[in-house]
């Protein structure tokens, strides 16, 4: 498995610098850490990116499939065959209940 390089130093939004002087830090280590660079960077994911498409006649569905006939030594027979063009993604979408991001370094419950 590759490694991203959204975890080098400056990239990561939910880890602090390590200084004693940062403010962010209060003597809690469980507290929600916010770097300097990004202010607003929260460990909440409000929206994620939707795995459905709409097609041409605006039915929106994960796949979509069209029934063909296939004609073989005089026998007829359906199948579906999956359709994969002049699909639409549709977007952006946001969550009902914010989700806390998978990447976020803190112990939510410890047993």
């Known amino acids: 498995m590759g490694g991203s390089g959204s975890k080098s130093k400056g990239f990561w939004p939910f880890s602090g610098s390590g200084s004693s002087d940062d ?11 916010r770097v300097r660079s990004f202010p607003g960077a929260t460990p909440f994911v409000f ?4 795995s459905m498409f709409f097609d041409e006649d ?6 979509f499939y069209e029934e063909t006939i296939v004609t073989r030594n005089g026998r007829k027979k359906a199948k579906l065959k999956k359709i994969q063009k002049n699909l ?8 009902d209940h914010p989700c806390i991001h998978v990447d976020f370094p803190v112990v939510i419950c410890e047993a």
């Not at 929206?47 to 939707?50: D, L, Q």
């Not at 639409?88 to 969550?95: A, M, S, V």
């Open 58 to 63: 605006g039915d929106l569905a994960h796949e």
């Open 23 to 33: 403010p962010t830090k209060d003597g809690n280590e469980q507290t929600l850490a």
């Open 88 to 95: 639409t993604p549709q977007g952006i979408i946001k969550l």
């Open 47 to 50: 929206t994620r990116r939707s």
